[in-house]
């Protein structure tokens, strides 16, 4: 399959790693839009939100005890947690990542 998110969980793609375990992935956004900006992926491709089902919610249950695990890591007390589900959201890259942005004052959402 031709995700660049699955290539980065093969190896296939370089990244700059935050936080690894069996089943989750978070690395640096190569394009931040905060002063700290990780990407936090299920290694499991899964499409988008749309794709979560009961078969596969563990892992996205397991992402939401990962996260604040990275944000204390990163010294992030504020944060904002995003997932873009569709083109017309702004997701670019169709496997299923969170976003965790910090470091400043987050505008209110648009
Ligand atoms: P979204 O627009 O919600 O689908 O988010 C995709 C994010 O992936 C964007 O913020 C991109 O900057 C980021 N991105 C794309 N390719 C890479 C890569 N090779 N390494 C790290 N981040 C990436
Ligand atoms: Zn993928």
Redesign the pocket.
């Known amino acids: 399959m031709d995700c660049?998110?699955c290539k980065?969980v093969n190896g296939e793609?370089?990244?700059?790693t935050v936080y690894e375990d069996d089943r989750v992935l978070a690395?640096?956004?190569?394009?931040?839009?905060a002063p700290v900006?990780v990407?936090v992926i299920p290694k499991q491709h899964l499409r988008g939100a749309d794709a979560v089902c009961e078969e596969n919610a563990s892992v996205v249950a397991h992402i939401f005890t990962v996260i604040p695990q990275i944000a204390s890591k990163l010294g992030l007390t504020d944060y904002r947690v995003?997932?873009?589900n569709g083109a017309d959201?702004?997701?670019?890259?169709?496997h299923l990542?969170f976003?965790i942005l910090g470091g400043r004052t987050l505008g209110e959402m648009g």
């Open positions: 660049i998110f980065i793609i370089p990244n700059n690395f640096y956004d190569i394009e931040p839009k900006h990407l995003v997932t873009n959201a702004g997701q670019t890259v169709h990542h976003h």
